[in-house]
């Protein structure tokens, strides 16, 4: 369903039935899902049951094992949780003290500048409350928060090996992906690492010493890969998947491991112990930040995009 259809019926529905169904829809399970919302059971099917009926869609598909959310559904709760988001901001701020907290939630691979850009924000907003999120996770993840609008922006990479298979599911979740920077590859390394004193690295180099790569749990396929080179690309013979950004720069250190990456590096925000190497390959990767076609972004989104291309661009300078 178009975005303006669903505006048109905002103001025959009521943000009730909208949470009603974002319960659900996060519980999966009716009977849960109405102790959360504390109404009765059959009061929130019967709201539910109405509010598909008003809008002229099946927004979950029920069987015997509980409820999962239609495609259309799907797209439908996207535009609900943006709807419910911008009320509870007018209410904060005209219902409450006056103040009202500000939301905003980014969702990314694990780049430094993407956090730096983050901290950039937080310090340009100077509100005295705020509430936003900044969820370093798995590609798929990214992507899904997107288009579920969880988060309004969304920071992966597309190389020549993942682009067939990212782009599909792009177009497929009604998203948008813009470049900010296009770089060779780079390898992360510890400044103890023997690698350190090589001005280039070859892939050869790299054979004693264990591959740290970012774990992407059922996609763990290198379509999905926060590498642009995975272990299949060359003769890698020792690999050690991580979820988060410290134990792979403790690991950088403890075991002279290494990474494949863009290269670009926050000394301020991850000390010097970290270091890059550029890495002698024709291969390149284009960084870039997803966000949701035909939603308006906040201006925490786009404030946070221009820090982002600050950043991207002045690494891009000393590169």
Same mark, same amino acid.
């Given at each position: 369903?178009?975005?303006?259809?669903?505006?048109?019926?905002?103001?025959?529905?009521?943000?009730?039935?909208?949470?009603?169904?974002?319960?659900?829809?996060?519980?999966? /399970?009716?009977?849960?899902?109405?102790?959360? *919302?504390?109404?009765?059971?059959?009061?929130?099917?019967?709201?539910?049951?109405? %509010?598909?009926?008003?809008?002229?869609?099946?927004?979950?598909?029920?069987?015997?094992?509980?409820?999962?959310?239609?495609?259309?559904?799907?797209?439908? %709760?996207?535009?609900?949780?943006?709807?419910?988001?911008?009320?509870?901001?007018?209410?904060?701020?005209?219902?409450?003290?006056?103040?009202?907290?500000?939301?905003?939630?980014?969702?990314?691979?694990?780049?430094?500048?993407?956090?730096?850009?983050?901290?950039?924000?937080?310090?340009?907003?100077?509100?005295?409350?705020?509430?936003?999120?900044?969820?370093?996770?798995?590609?798929?993840?990214?992507?899904?928060?997107?288009?579920?609008?969880? !988060?309004?922006?969304?920071?992966?990479?597309?190389?020549?090996?993942?682009?067939?298979?990212?782009?599909?599911?792009?177009?497929?979740?009604?998203?948008?992906?813009?470049?900010?920077?296009?770089?060779?590859?780079?390898?992360?390394?510890?400044?103890? /690492?023997?690698?350190?004193?090589?001005?280039?690295?070859?892939?050869?180099?790299?054979?004693?010493?264990?591959?740290?790569?970012?774990?992407?749990?059922?996609?763990?396929?290198?379509?999905?890969?926060?590498?642009?080179?995975?272990?299949?690309?060359?003769?890698?013979?020792?690999?050690?998947? *991580?979820?988060?950004?410290?134990?792979?720069?403790? %690991?950088?250190?403890?075991? /002279?491991?290494?990474?494949?990456?863009?290269?670009?590096?926050?000394?301020?925000?991850?000390?010097? !112990?970290?270091?890059?190497?550029?890495?002698?390959?024709?291969?390149?990767?284009?960084?870039?930040?997803?966000?949701?076609?035909?939603?308006?972004?906040?201006?925490?989104?786009?404030?946070?995009?221009?820090?982002?291309?600050?950043?991207?661009?002045?690494?891009?300078?000393?590169?």
């Amino acid at each position: 369903m178009a975005k303006e259809a669903v505006m048109v019926y905002i103001f025959r529905m009521t943000l009730q039935q909208l949470k009603y169904a974002v319960a659900v829809a996060d519980i999966k /399970n009716i009977t849960e899902a109405s102790k959360k *919302v504390f109404i009765s059971q059959p009061s929130l099917t019967a709201a539910i049951r109405e %509010l598909e009926k008003e809008m002229g869609i099946s927004i979950f598909s029920r069987t015997n094992k509980g409820v999962s959310v239609t495609n259309e559904g799907d797209e439908f %709760l996207s535009f609900a949780r943006q709807v419910l988001e911008q009320a509870e901001l007018l209410e904060e701020r005209y219902k409450g003290n006056g103040g009202g907290s500000t939301i905003f939630s980014v969702s990314c691979q694990h780049y430094s500048f993407a956090v730096e850009a983050f901290v950039d924000l937080i310090r340009e907003t100077g509100a005295d409350e705020y509430d936003f999120t900044l969820r370093e996770t798995k590609t798929h993840e990214i992507i899904e928060d997107v288009s579920k609008l969880k !988060s309004e922006v969304g920071v992966i990479y597309k190389s020549s090996k993942n682009d067939d298979v990212i782009s599909k599911l792009i177009r497929k979740n009604n998203l948008s992906f813009t470049p900010i920077l296009t770089t060779p590859l780079h390898v992360f390394i510890s400044d103890r /690492n023997p690698l350190s004193k090589k001005d280039l690295i070859e892939l050869e180099d790299l054979l004693p010493y264990p591959y740290l790569t970012y774990e992407q749990g059922d996609f763990n396929s290198f379509y999905f890969a926060e590498e642009p080179l995975t272990e299949i690309d060359f003769d890698c013979r020792k690999s050690i998947k *991580v979820r988060d950004r410290a134990t792979l720069f403790n %690991l950088l250190i403890g075991l /002279n491991g290494y990474t494949i990456c863009s290269g670009i590096i926050s000394h301020e925000l991850n000390g010097e !112990s970290i270091i890059s190497r550029p890495l002698k390959t024709d291969d390149k990767m284009t960084v870039g930040y997803l966000t949701r076609r035909g939603v308006s972004l906040s201006r925490y989104a786009k404030s946070y995009i221009d820090f982002l291309e600050r950043h991207a661009s002045s690494s891009k300078k000393q590169d």
